[in-house]
């Protein structure tokens, strides 16, 4: 297994609400690439949220190929969008790509 760093680019397209930010910040911690060495040293955050609504999961997956990793990821971020209460009309994603492979996870 490889361990990847995926991101995942979205828009909130009613905004987005700093409890509503939290929480799919929260969901999203089992993922988060600063436990990986590229994210740590490139303090890559979980969520990153743009001035214009746009916003970037960077998420740590664990895969055999790019491709099952891009599928776990977008996975990964459609379920931490719903347990924050958005859904695809709320917060429609596009795709998954593959911004970093890490062999050395901490």
Do not use: C, K, W
Not at 17 to 40: F, I, K, V
Request: aromatic share 2%; no cysteine; charged share 25%.
């Amino acid at each position: 297994m490889t361990t990847y760093v995926i991101s995942v680019p979205g828009t909130f397209t009613t905004g987005i609400e700093a409890d509503t930010r939290s929480r799919l910040a929260r969901a999203l911690r089992p993922a988060d690439p600063h436990g990986t060495h590229m994210g740590s040293a490139e303090d890559l955050d979980a969520l990153s949220v743009n001035d214009d609504n746009t916003f970037t999961l960077r998420l740590t997956v664990e895969a055999d190929t790019g491709r099952h990793a891009e599928e776990e990821a977008r996975r990964l971020a459609d379920s931490a969008l719903q347990q924050a209460g958005l859904d695809e009309r709320t917060a429609p994603l596009g795709p998954a790509v593959i911004t970093g492979i890490d062999s050395e996870v901490r």
